[in-house]
């Protein structure tokens, strides 16, 4: 593939120098990830925390959860964020701890956004969010979307006849994307809620 087909992403940006080293209490704070994107834990927008989501200049909420935390993990602020169709402005995204579900959301983000792989996604979220630990099922799924998103990159950069060549695959083959039932259980179904400052 030739330079000219090559597909831009912007870099990820450096750690800051001044960051503080991670400390356990850390964990029950959100940290910013990005510029604008913050990953925390639901005790970051609780209630009480409102004054410091506002002086943080928070204007989105995103809750992701399971179907069966509903009850216990609910947005917060019903009147203050509203529902969006795309994002813009700094957002808080959270889910019961901000350690596996939520953190492997952002991980997702990082990859489709930056154009990197998994581990380099990781290290980024963990060296701002050092607690995260998304669960084995995560982990999976998302070496598995690496692949299938570096495979349609390479499709998008290659010529209609080099693209012709690489489809000699045989129908049938088996794949790599079963998983045991019990990775799907820790999986679970995700449930993502989305709040705009209004």
């Given at each position: 593939m030739d330079e000219g087909n090559k597909l831009q992403f912007p870099?990820?940006?450096a750690a800051k120098e001044e960051q503080l080293d991670w400390a356990y209490p850390m964990r029950r704070e959100m940290q910013e990830i990005l510029p604008g994107l913050f990953l925390g834990p639901y005790s970051a927008a609780m209630k009480s925390k409102l004054s410091m989501l506002e002086k943080q200049g928070i204007t989105h909420i995103v809750c992701v959860r399971q179907d069966i935390e509903a009850n216990f993990i609910k947005p917060n602020f019903p009147h203050k964020f509203r529902s969006f169709p795309h994002i813009f402005g700094k957002v808080l995204v959270h889910g019961n701890a901000g350690i596996s579900r939520s953190a492997a959301l952002v991980i997702?983000?990082?990859?489709?956004?930056?154009?990197?792989k998994y581990?380099?996604?990781f290290s980024h979220v963990q060296e701002r969010r050092f607690c995260i630990n998304p669960n084995v099922g995560f982990v999976h799924q998302l070496q598995e979307y690496e692949a299938i998103y570096l495979a349609k990159l390479t499709i998008k950069m290659m010529s209609p006849i080099q693209l012709g060549r690489s489809f000699s695959i045989q129908a049938g083959m088996p794949g790599s994307l079963k998983r045991t039932l019990e990775e799907d259980e820790d999986f679970?179904?995700?449930?993502?809620?989305?709040?705009?400052?209004?």
């Open positions: 870099s990820l940006p997702a983000y990082l990859m489709e956004t930056f154009g990197v581990r380099d996604a679970g179904s995700m449930q993502v809620t989305a709040a705009q400052n209004g």
